[in-house]
Nanobody
């Protein structure tokens, strides 16, 4: 069982930036493919971004491409989501997720509790 703990959510104005982090309990961390999903009120959970075991390959939803950057630090068992040029429609609960196989998007089977991101207009 992989435990995932997110941090870094908050309130930001449109055009601003936030950086989310997620720490995973499992070792070795580089056995996991990592990603982020989000769920806005009244909407289904949607894929945001994914990064492979080494950090060499990434994959993004079209809605965040060019604005969000996913990365990982295998020495610290941590992944990050740098979110720039935020829009009100980015408002959602963001979930850290982990799996073992790569895809576009990958299939994930471990989830964090979520962190709220609110973008004001």
């Amino acid at each position: 069982q992989v435990q995932l703990v997110e941090s870094g959510g908050g309130l930001v104005q449109a055009g601003g930036s936030l950086r989310l982090s997620c720490e995973a309990s499992v070792r070795p961390f580089n056995m996991l493919v990592m990603g982020w999903f989000r769920q806005a009120p009244g909407k289904e959970r949607e894929f945001v971004a994914a990064v492979d075991w080494s950090g060499g390959s990434t994959y993004y939803a079209d809605s965040v491409k060019g604005r969000f950057t996913i990365s990982r630090d295998n020495a610290k068992n941590t992944e990050h989501l740098q979110m720039n040029s935020l829009k009100p429609e980015d408002t959602a609960v963001y979930y850290c997720t982990a799996g073992t196989g790569w895809g576009r998007p990958p299939r994930f089977d471990n989830w964090g509790q979520g962190t709220q991101v609110t973008v004001s207009s």
